[in-house]
Structure formats: structure tokens, C-alpha cells
């Protein structure tokens, strides 16, 4: 007798529905950014619209990681938005990332992550993936991402370069040009600037991408212009493209949409075909 029935407990099991494996995706925000971007640029909104449910956001406070879950229905596809330090260095963005990845990794376990990542955070996570290993990500989307650095980096640093005889005359003058407001904005993200300029030996973009990656899937989305659209004036085509990075030739699909460089609607209608 007990035979049959453990024949028959098997059968039950093997045509009993699996459980949904939920989509997991995390968004990364970039230089001058914070996590809001995601809503206020309306990408959150066409995520919703496609079916996704934010269920939380991350950050760091002096006492530590701050997990603010959200109220949301029931989905098997959430997202998460994090947010970063955008004025510091890399690495210690993607410190702070990594420790969000693993709180959200304790909420799903085993069930796999996408990362997202607008401009700067794009290196950040790819950053973070070198340094740190992939654990449960297993996709890494990035949005006009300066993988091999913008002129813009050395252009901000030569502004905020204020050494020399006359530097005390250059400063005023590119005080009264772009404010004291962004000139202090500049003069205190020095680090991360300095991380996005073209990669050289000495900079983290050289070191960085010819580093093993993890084996996991790379997506690259490039802005390009159009008839009516200058496209992307902060970092070229050919830099957002993984591509070309050497230690991800070939490996990374493109996606390549007419806007400039921030964040629009259209990113959320494509992330929602994507992911």
C-alpha cells in the first residue's frame, strides 16, 4: 500500500503547477541623478504599464542600508530603484550597490536579477560585477553608459583645475560662467569625473574593462541622433557600446534608440520588451 501511495504523492507533485519564478529588476541611476529619475522621467510609469510593480527603494544613511518596501499588487515582475552617492567615486558606488544587491537577493532567493543603469551607473554596475562577482544577477542593461568615458570628464575637471599662476583668475572667471553652485558640484565629484574620462593607463576605465567579466548577459542600449534630433551630446555612440570594451567584444547586444541622453518614456516601453 505504501507503494501506491508514493506513487501516486509523485504524480500529484509532477502535476501540481511550479510556481512563477519572479522577474527581478534593479535601476541605477547616474551622475548628478538620484532614484527619482526613474519616476520623474516617466520609466516607472511604462514599466507599470507593461505589468511591472515597484516593490522598493534602497539607499545608505549614516546608520546604514535604508530597505523602503513599497506597497504593490501582486506581480511576478518588480523592480527596485537604488540610490547612490552620484558625486563619488566609483568604487564606492558600487560598494553601496552591492550591498543593495544583496538585501534584494535575501527578498528573492533564487530567483535571478537584471541590472539597468542609466549613464554613470552603467560603469557603476559593471564596476561592481568586476569587483564583486555576479551572485544572482544575471543581466546587465545599460542605458548610454560611458563605457569607454566622455570628453565631458575632462572638460569638468580642467574647469575646477584652478593650480597655476592664474589659477585664482580662472576660477572667478568659471565661477561667473557656470555659478557657484555647480562649480562647488564639480569641484566635490572630482573622483567620479575623473573615473569616466577616456581610458588610459592610470584611469579606472582602462583597468576596468580589460578585467574578466562575469558570464552573464550584456545589453547595450546607444543613443544615436536623427533628422530632428541631435542625439546624445554627453557621451558618444561608439562609448555606450560594451561592445567595445575589450573584455566584452562581441558579447553584449545593442539596442539603439533616437534621443538624447536622459532618460524618456521610451526607455520604459523598451526595458518592458527587454526584460
Not at 526613474?38 to 546608520?63: D, F, K
Not at 544572482?136 to 569607454?148: G, M, S, W
Request: glycine share 10%.
Amino acid at each position: 500500500m505504501s507503494i501506491y501511495r508514493a506513487l501516486l504523492l509523485s504524480i500529484l507533485i509532477l502535476a501540481a503547477p511550479l510556481a512563477a519564478q519572479a522577474k527581478v529588476a534593479v535601476l541605477v541611476h547616474g551622475y548628478l541623478s538620484d532614484a527619482s529619475t526613474w519616476e520623474r522621467s516617466g520609466v516607472n510609469a511604462m514599466l507599470r504599464q507593461a505589468g511591472w510593480q515597484q516593490a522598493g527603494y534602497l539607499g545608505m544613511s549614516p546608520a546604514g542600508l535604508v530597505d523602503q518596501p513599497l506597497p504593490h499588487k501582486d506581480s511576478d515582475k518588480l523592480f527596485y530603484t537604488v540610490n547612490l552617492p552620484s558625486l563619488a567615486p566609483a568604487p564606492v558606488q558600487a560598494s553601496w550597490l552591492q550591498a543593495s544587491l544583496d538585501r534584494i537577493s535575501r527578498k528573492h532567493p533564487g530567483e535571478e536579477i537584471t541590472i539597468v543603469g542609466h549613464s554613470a551607473g552603467g560603469v557603476v554596475a559593471r564596476l561592481m560585477l568586476v569587483q564583486h562577482g555576479a551572485g544572482k544577477v544575471k543581466r546587465l542593461i545599460t542605458i548610454a553608459a560611458p563605457h569607454l568615458g566622455t570628453d565631458k570628464a575632462i572638460r569638468a575637471l580642467d574647469a575646477v583645475d584652478d593650480g597655476g599662476m592664474f589659477g585664482m583668475i580662472k576660477e572667478w572667471m568659471v565661477r561667473e560662467e557656470i555659478g557657484d553652485r555647480m562649480y562647488n558640484t564639480l569641484e566635490v565629484s572630482r573622483g567620479i569625473l575623473f573615473n569616466l574620462v577616456p581610458p588610459a593607463p592610470g584611469t579606472l576605465l582602462y583597468w576596468l574593462n580589460i578585467q574578466p567579466h562575469p558570464d552573464i548577459e550584456y545589453i547595450s542600449i546607444i543613443r544615436s541622433g536623427g533628422y530632428v534630433i541631435a542625439g546624445d551630446l554627453v557621451v558618444p555612440p561608439f562609448s555606450q557600446d560594451m561592445n567595445q570594451v575589450p573584455a566584452l567584444r562581441g558579447k553584449s547586444k545593442v539596442y539603439i534608440t533616437v534621443q538624447g541622453h536622459e532618460l524618456t518614456p521610451n526607455d520604459g516601453r523598451l526595458l518592458a520588451e527587454i526584460l
